[in-house]
């Protein structure tokens, strides 16, 4: 029913900023829950931000004051704006779209790689 569609994930050096994206097809973009989730090799995946339906963001102590997290309703796109970023980043990063209610309406990006070199 939803797909998301990633792009913006690259290798870039560490101190160094990337913008990633996440377009949203099918369903009302403006209902859901936001995330962004990461997931580097051998490790659990975890969440590193959320922009919830009604405005509000989280953000992961890791990231908190580096990344941001934004989306435009208009677009059906979310982003993840990462700056300053660590060796510690690199991960495979998934854009997440779902609603607290109806918790079966849960889908996922494909993921896209982002690696920082030190």
């Known amino acids: 029913q939803v797909q998301l569609v990633e792009s913006g994930g690259g290798l870039v050096q560490a101190g160094g900023s990337l913008r990633l994206s996440c377009a949203a097809s099918?369903?009302?973009?403006?209902?859901?829950?936001m995330a962004w989730y990461r997931q580097a090799p051998g490790k659990q995946r975890e969440l590193v931000a959320t922009?919830?339906?009604?405005?509000?963001?989280e953000y992961a102590d890791a990231v908190k004051g580096r990344f941001t997290i934004s989306r435009d309703n208009a677009k059906r796109t979310v982003y993840l704006q990462m700056n300053s970023l660590k060796a510690e980043d690199t991960a495979v990063y998934y854009c997440n779209a779902k609603m607290d209610y109806f918790t079966h309406l849960n889908y996922w990006g494909q993921g896209t790689q982002v690696t920082v070199s030190s």
């Open positions: 099918g369903g009302i973009f403006s209902a859901y829950t």
């Open positions: 922009f919830t339906s009604g405005g509000s963001t």
